[in-house]
């Protein structure tokens, strides 16, 4: 006797948005080359220049290398945030794709899930991929305060993945987005610690930095790094800087 076949389920249609993403997401260099390849990059060839290798008194005893690890788990962020995501929900919503969605079980939401669902993935694998060079390239030491390390990246993620949808919510075309995302992108850096690391800056400086979601997101990952606890002012203005842009993209966002 013939076992009855057991009937097909198919996928979601979350599930399926989710995969088409994950598939048009691989095929992308660029999207690939920001968001994964180009903070580890700049880790290593910083890494490469001997000044960054020796110890610093004005640094409390460490080498810039140890301090610039957080920054390109921050650069990981910024550019998936504020480089990729954005052009791709501008240009689907420019050609049309999200309009059409909306007379399909695939809602718009979900799209929307999806992509920052997936650039968030690929910035916190670039992060541990940062992690894990600069301990079997350049001996830095890892977050001795794991759990307030995890905390303060996942905060940062958010908001970033936040900015980056405000400027999505905002940008009418693809074109648009990646001048407004490229335009605050290198603030953002700036305040990340990519030129001048936050621990190095100025007390004055430091102060006004700290108040901007990588800054904040510098000193808090500086201190789970060193076995502390990340400051909850710290911690709090990630959050500020996660609710505070969704709402605002939640509000405006235009499906076509």
Known sequence: MTAPATPFRAASPRTAVLRAEARLFRREPGNLFWALGFPTLLFVV???????????????GIR???????VAVLVALIMAGLQVMPPVL???????????????????????TAQMGLNGAAALLSALTSLTVGRLAFDVPLPRQVLGYALALLLAATAALALGALVAAFA????????????TAFPMLFTAGVWVPVAAMPDVLARIVEL????????????AA??????WSHLGVLVGWTLVPSAVAIRWFRWE
């Open 46 to 60: 910083l890494g490469c220049v001997p000044k960054f290798r020796e110890v610093s008194a004005d640094l409390g």
């Open 64 to 70: 810039l290398i140890d301090v610039y690890v957080p």
């Open 90 to 112: 501008t240009g689907y919503r420019e050609r049309g794709i999200l309009r059409r969605m909306s007379t399909t079980p695939m809602r718009p939401s979900a799209l929307l």
């Open 172 to 183: 009418r075309t693809a074109k648009v987005a990646t001048a407004i995302g490229s335009s």
């Open 212 to 223: 901007t979601p990588f800054g904040a997101a510098a000193s808090a990952l500086d201190a």
């Open 226 to 231: 060193a076995g502390d606890w990340p400051a």
